[in-house]
């Protein structure tokens, strides 16, 4: 087994709990959580972005006096491996987790393909599995009893834009079925149940989608879909293609010059767009499951803005991602078992879980009996001078809408 440096460690409790006399820290047990997490490969910007948001929850956690369960306190601590972005190491990791480590409960990976191979493991083992970073519809439609998502599931990612696309069409005097639609997704679960949500939102408004391509597996070149572009003129351009297909996307409109009204992207902070490409990036309109503006908080993490703050000072963060609030979210999800099964127990544990009802710093948490969370929100993000604005729905915007977009190449 390869570890990475700094990341396929265990991160003992000890190393958190010391905000705590030594006494007190020897009389908390242990409870370790086991994760496969990109540190390599073409998911490892938000496999550390989820790396960061466990890390932080399990100090926060732990220096707050861990778990209690029967009068006793526990401190968490996290067993990682790198899957390298790899859907069938994930799968072959967590099998190691579970019955060679002995770890019963999971926190999960970075992304749908590695949810959707680790998942047949973890149900094969009995084994409980919160994660926060797995948004594929797909995904709860198995018939798990072990896999809890905390996040909006991915039809919901970019229809929101068609909802704002037929909105300006409408004050424009138009009809909305007038629009036309370009649109292009990478060739994974995620990205194809964000398309389903995207083709429902067309259905609704009668809306014609002139554009529907897939991008090449490496996600290094979608000119020809941008010359189609170029060609056809739409009103609106959907990428989803994870932050590669982002920061590719990105880089080639500016080389092309696509002129487009409107444009929703999915994963703009992970391909760090308003950095590497702030003119290109500007309008981009970006759906996100969290952000510092939201009106949530709990009694651990306070308030979401407040979360932000300490993210950004203890990650050096500009922009915190949607990615590190949902997977602290998911470690106090955990908390929140524990202490309501008062047993660690995997299916007194897993019997909680599904009772769960929370309001968090993240947003609300409960779970249907496939898993999802039906009580999670999206709310879109645009662009404006290289910052992130809130700006639907209309009743959580912070700012409005720049329509049509301000190219700047």
């Not at 072959?92 to 987790?97: A, C, H, M, P, T």
């Not at 997704?185 to 939102?201: E, I, K, N, T």
Request: charge should be positive; charged fraction near 25%; glycine fraction near 6%.
């Amino acid at each position: 087994m390869l570890y990475r440096a700094g990341f396929a460690t265990v991160v003992a409790a000890a190393a958190f709990a010391f905000a705590q006399t030594t006494a007190q820290a020897q009389q908390c047990g242990t409870i370790e959580l086991g994760a496969a997490l990109s540190a390599t490969g073409i998911y490892a910007s938000n496999g550390n972005n989820t790396k960061n948001g466990y890390e932080f929850a399990v100090k926060k956690i732990n220096d707050a006096g861990g778990v209690k369960i029967g009068g006793k306190c526990y401190h968490f601590a996290i067993k990682y491996y790198d899957d390298e972005s790899t859907p069938a190491r994930a799968a072959q990791l967590v099998e190691r987790l579970i019955d060679q480590d002995k770890v019963k409960f999971i926190l999960g990976p970075y992304s749908s393909p590695l949810a959707k191979a680790i998942l047949p493991v973890t149900e094969k083992y009995k084994t409980p599995i919160v994660q926060g970073e797995a948004a594929s519809r797909s995904l709860f439609t198995q018939g798990y009893k072990y896999h809890f998502g905390i996040i909006a599931t991915s039809e919901k990612y970019l229809a929101p834009i068609v909802d704002i696309a037929a909105d300006r069409a409408k004050n424009a005097g138009k009809d909305p079925s007038t629009v036309k639609v370009a649109m292009i997704f990478q060739d994974d679960p995620f990205s194809l149940d964000v398309r389903s949500g995207v083709v429902d939102a067309l259905k609704k408004y009668k809306m014609t989608a002139v554009v529907d391509d897939r991008m090449p597996k490496d996600l290094n070149d979608i000119t020809g879909f941008f010359t189609k572009v170029k060609a056809l003129k739409p009103d609106v351009l959907l990428i989803s293609g994870h932050e590669k297909g982002a920061a590719t996307a990105a880089r080639e409109m500016a080389e092309m010059k696509i002129e487009v009204p409107l444009v929703g992207m999915t994963h703009c902070e992970a391909a760090k767009l308003t950095v590497d490409f702030p003119k290109s990036a500007e309008g981009f309109v970006c759906p996100t499951q969290w952000d510092e503006t939201m009106k949530a908080s709990d009694k651990l993490f306070g308030t979401a803005a407040e979360y932000n703050k300490a993210m950004q000072a203890a990650y050096k963060y500009k922009v915190v991602p949607y990615q590190t609030a949902d997977a602290s979210a998911a470690v106090y999800v955990w908390k929140d078992a524990f202490e309501r099964a008062q047993s660690l127990d995997q299916e007194k544990v897993r019997e909680a879980l599904t009772k769960t009802d929370m309001q968090t710093f993240a947003g609300a948490i409960r779970f249907n009996p496939d898993g999802s969370n039906p009580v999670k929100e999206m709310a879109m993000r645009q662009i404006q001078g290289s910052k992130y604005k809130v700006v639907w729905p209309l009743k959580m915007a912070a700012e409005k809408l720049v329509y049509p977009r301000d190219a700047q190449y």
